[in-house]
């Protein structure tokens, strides 16, 4: 496997294009089941979950054709994806690709409620705690499918199609907004969606949705409300920026006492990042091309914080931020509200001298004045980054294994860091 180097001790400066986000351009390229028409997203970022989930909808009968970024272009604009399903050729996505990735088990709903019918693998990705489908099959049985489980495998049936109906979640979950939103676009009559996420990211695949003829009202507030279409037509988007990619590389900045800018990101994406970010130490603008982030001098402050659904502080920015506190004055409190077991990189933190302390859901951290680098180890997508980070403060040399999780959801970002005066390279496995 693949291994990064980082030499410690240098400086971000320069600037840094945001790619388009992952946990937008995923069920975007869902949504293309919806529809026989082309569906066209611009900004697609080139990472490995992408991949993967164009290998499972070619697996469904989708079309996909690529268009490269062009020379001389804007930096941060990513790839043109062409999906066209026109012809469904197979309803179930297999064990072998759905578990090497959470969010390609959201084509459950567009599949039932196209094609009356869908067998999707239980899922798998990080592992980051338990995260169950119960809400995606809850909010697929209030639009009238016919659910059970066997062998490993979610069969959903609704033979003359799906029903609108009211969804009202227990607690707010991406995932099954996602689901149950693209579903009911096709489904007769009226759903009425309660408690829905907030995310950024749902917003923007529902104002895809309307660009292909949906009808929703509430986009952006935790009420959806779906007027069914007997089917919906192509359409051409433009993926927002990442703003988990923002939120790290701006922690990373602050990490180096660096000045750059990062292109392409808005910061009404993660206002509640940034702010938190502000009280540091770090200094936060608006520049006519994206966001700046610098600290000059300044020393880092200590924090405390708690996970939160948007608008609150982003659980996939938990571990950036712990790993920018192990360098802090003072000591910091950090508590996880989302997923139950995403302290593992704490462990893999301490080896490069960090002083954390755990208790449950909350992590405690003092900073220390030095951290030194070490091999460390990679456990999922956003720990993995967060020892990037580290290594980044870090005295010496620090080499992170299982780097495959980072290519998951970061585009080219030994590229990204290196162009602003990082000391960091790939090491391949060959």
């Known amino acids: 496997m693949d291994r990064i180097k980082i030499t410690g001790g240098a400086r971000l400066e320069g600037s840094i294009p945001i790619s388009g986000a992952k946990n937008a351009a995923l069920p975007l390229m869902i949504a293309s089941l919806l529809t026989e028409d082309r569906l066209t997203l611009k900004n697609v970022p ?3 979950d992408v991949n993967l989930l164009a290998r499972i909808l070619r697996n469904h009968g989708v079309d996909l054709a690529v268009d490269g970024k062009r020379s001389g272009g804007t930096p941060h604009l990513g790839e043109t994806f062409h999906l066209t399903a026109r012809d469904i050729s197979d309803t179930t996505a297999p064990y072998e690709l759905v578990s090497r990735m959470r969010a390609s088990f959201w084509v459950l709903g567009p599949l039932v409620a196209r094609m009356g019918v869908a067998k999707v693998s239980l899922p798998g990705g990080c592992a980051i705690g338990t995260r169950p489908v119960d809400l995606h099959l809850m909010g697929l049985r209030e639009l009238g499918a016919e659910i059970e489980i066997d062998a490993g495998y979610v069969i959903a049936k609704a033979p003359k199609g799906l029903v609108g109906g009211h ?22 009559g009226e759903t009425l969606i309660e408690n829905a996420a907030r995310e950024p990211e749902v917003g923007d695949v529902a104002s895809c949705l309307v660009k292909m003829g949906a009808e929703i009202e509430g986009i952006g507030t935790s009420t959806l409300r779906i007027q069914g279409k007997p089917r919906l037509e192509g359409a051409v988007h433009t993926v927002l920026p990442d703003r988990i990619e923002t939120g790290t590389f701006a922690f990373a900045v602050a990490a180096t006492g660096g000045d750059v800018v990062l292109e392409g990101a808005r910061r009404e994406l993660l206002r509640n990042a940034l702010d938190t ?5 770090a200094s936060v603008s608006d520049t006519e091309t994206g966001v700046r982030i610098q600290r000059n001098g300044n020393r880092l402050e200590a924090v405390d914080v708690e996970t939160q659904p948007f608008p609150g502080f982003p659980t996939d920015l938990q571990a950036q931020l712990m ?18 077991n995403r302290f593992m990189h704490v462990q893999e933190l301490a080896r490069l001298g960090a002083d954390i302390k755990l208790h449950g859901d909350t992590a405690t951290i003092k900073g220390v004045k030095a951290l030194r680098g070490a091999p460390v180890m990679a456990t999922d997508l956003r720990a993995s980054v967060s020892l990037v980070i580290a290594g980044l403060m870090a005295e010496g040399e620090t080499i992170i294994n299982r780097v495959y999780h980072l290519d998951r959801g970061f585009e080219r970002l030994e590229e990204k860091l290196s162009r602003c005066g990082a000391r960091i390279e790939r090491i391949s496995a060959g």
């Open 167 to 188: 969804v009202l979640f227990p607690t707010v979950s991406v995932g099954a907004t996602h689901n149950v939103l693209l579903a009911a676009t096709l489904a007769k």
């Open 46 to 48: 080139n990472l490995a």
């Open 277 to 281: 970010l502000a009280t540091t130490g």
């Open 323 to 340: 790993a920018l506190m192990t360098r802090a004055h003072g000591t910091s409190v950090i508590r996880e509200t989302i997923f139950e």
